[in-house]
């Protein structure tokens, strides 16, 4: 046993064993190091301890745990499709009747994939402490990726005849969506978020976002690269702004109230 | 020479500390209690350890209590409660900082000169080691869940979300360089 080996058993949060203990009493440079943690401050008084009990049991009232991710995912999914489709009824659903059908379903699957991907990252963030079965930024790549893939795979046309026009009404179209989507989203999700407000926030920008795609790609039936590309996936860039600037929002909102609180 | 034991709260609390918490869900409020005198002093030393400023450390606290007490909810039973409090506990911290941070640059702009005073990291009190002060906040925390509050590896990268790898090379670095801030490298 020497100094390496306790460091990798310090490292792992280990307990001493007996002959790492041999090491740590008769070892200079590895005694002071396991004496850190013994100092510490002055405890908390009886009087501080009761304010905290008034804090965590004033106004309390009954409350069911959240169900399993997978439930949760498919709650979030299932909300999705309604809105997708009561959203494309109001707007027209013009690609479901124009574009070939095995192009659309399989379209619509893969944005069906990237729902469930950014489900997830958004269940992992209401839950505090949740195991991380996806990094955010490794879904965020697969999202884009699986988007962009689409249109170059399925209808390798680069046409951009009335790209502004129609682009502009497209855009239009699809923001209104996903704000649609965000608000909805934000109801369920703001009730139980106690994490980072901007992460949740981008999180369901990024839902609100591809909802917008989704509603686009079953109401437009204008089947080019250039014009799928810009328009239709700028709402999800748009979504993912919006998610920001309206975290980053809330967050100064919040930081200002409790500056006000505390100077009060 | 005292023997590291790695894990000194969890022995006392552990088993019942599950049970409280579904107690608490149902608006137990005698449950509630009993997890505020079982948890606030180990998540005082945690924010404590941090901030190194006792009104902070309180003000810490009592934050992480409300937040945790509107997050009830998000609780599932049968997952174990300290990586889901200590998530909430991270972010209540990450949250302290910056509006501390901005708290003492608005001060500096009412104030309309610079004033070293106020930029300068608040009074000690009753620290932990000042060597802790020397390591980057995320090694410092990784150490200090690990060693004060007495969660595994596992439980720590739930806690910061992040995977058990990262957590074991900040701990890991932490150690290299308190052995440094020590004068005696391995």
């Known amino acids: ?8 058993l310090l490292a792992r949060g280990e307990p001493l064993d007996t002959g790492a203990a041999e090491h ?18 002055e405890g908390l008084s009886a009087e501080e301890i009761e304010k905290l009990r008034h804090v965590a049991t004033g106004h309390l009232h009954p409350v069911r745990a959240l169900p399993r991710d997978r439930t949760l995912v498919s709650l979030i999914f299932g909300l999705f499709a309604v809105f997708c489709i009561s959203a494309g009824a109001v707007v027209t659903m013009g690609a479901v009747r124009r574009a070939p059908a095995m192009k659309l379903s399989i379209f619509l699957c893969v944005i069906a994939a990237c729902v469930v991907l950014a489900a997830l990252v958004t269940v992992q963030e209401i839950i505090p402490g949740a195991k991380r079965r996806l990094q955010p930024g490794i ?7 699986a988007l962009l893939a689409m249109p170059l795979l399925l209808f390798p046309n680069f046409t951009t005849a ?67 590309i810009v328009w239709h996936f700028g709402v999800l860039a748009v979504g993912i702004a919006i998610g920001a600037s309206f975290g980053l929002l809330v967050r100064k909102v919040k930081d200002r109230f409790w500056m006000r609180l505390r100077n009060f | 020479m005292p023997v590291d034991t790695a894990r000194p709260a969890r022995s006392r609390v552990t088993g019942t500390l599950e049970t409280l918490m579904m107690r ?9 209690g009993q997890l505020v005198d079982a948890l606030s002093q180990q998540l005082f030393q945690f924010f404590f350890a941090q901030v ?27 997952e174990p409660l300290l990586p889901w409090v200590y998530a909430i506990a991270h972010r209540t911290r990450i949250d302290g ?4 941070r901005r708290s003492n640059l608005h001060e500096v702009a009412d104030d309309g000169a610079l004033d070293s005073a106020a930029a300068a990291p608040a009074k000690q009190e009753q620290p932990l080691p000042d060597l802790l002060k020397e390591l980057p906040a995320s090694q410092r925390e990784v150490l200090l869940m690990m060693k004060v509050s007495g969660l595994t590896l596992d439980e720590v990268a739930r806690a910061t979300g992040s995977s058990v790898g990262a957590v074991k090379q900040k701990a890991h670095r932490a150690y290299q360089t308190l052995r440094k801030l020590l004068g005696c490298p391995a």
Request: aromatic share 8%; proline share 4%.
């Open chain 1, 1 to 8: 046993m020497n100094c390496n080996d306790i460091d990798d």
């Open chain 1, 24 to 41: 740590v009493a008769s070892c200079p440079k590895c005694g002071p190091l396991t004496n850190l943690w013994k100092t510490s401050a």
């Open chain 1, 139 to 145: 879904a965020v790549v697969l999202i884009v990726a």
């Open chain 1, 162 to 228: 009335n790209f502004f026009r129609w682009g502009i009404g497209c855009l239009r179209v699809g923001s209104l969506c996903a704000l649609a989507a965000g608000a909805l989203l934000l109801t369920f999700t703001a009730k139980y978020s106690s994490g980072s407000v901007l992460r949740m926030a981008l999180t369901v920008g990024c839902l609100s976002g591809l909802a917008g795609v989704a509603v686009l790609t079953l109401h437009c039936s204008a089947w080019n690269v250039p014009h799928v």
């Open chain 2, 24 to 32: 608490y869900q149902s608006a137990d409020a005698d449950a509630g």
């Open chain 2, 52 to 78: 190194r400023n006792r009104p902070d450390a309180e003000d810490l606290l009592q934050d992480f209590w409300l937040r945790m007490h509107n997050a009830r909810a998000t609780y599932r039973p049968g």
């Open chain 2, 97 to 100: 900082y910056r509006r501390r």
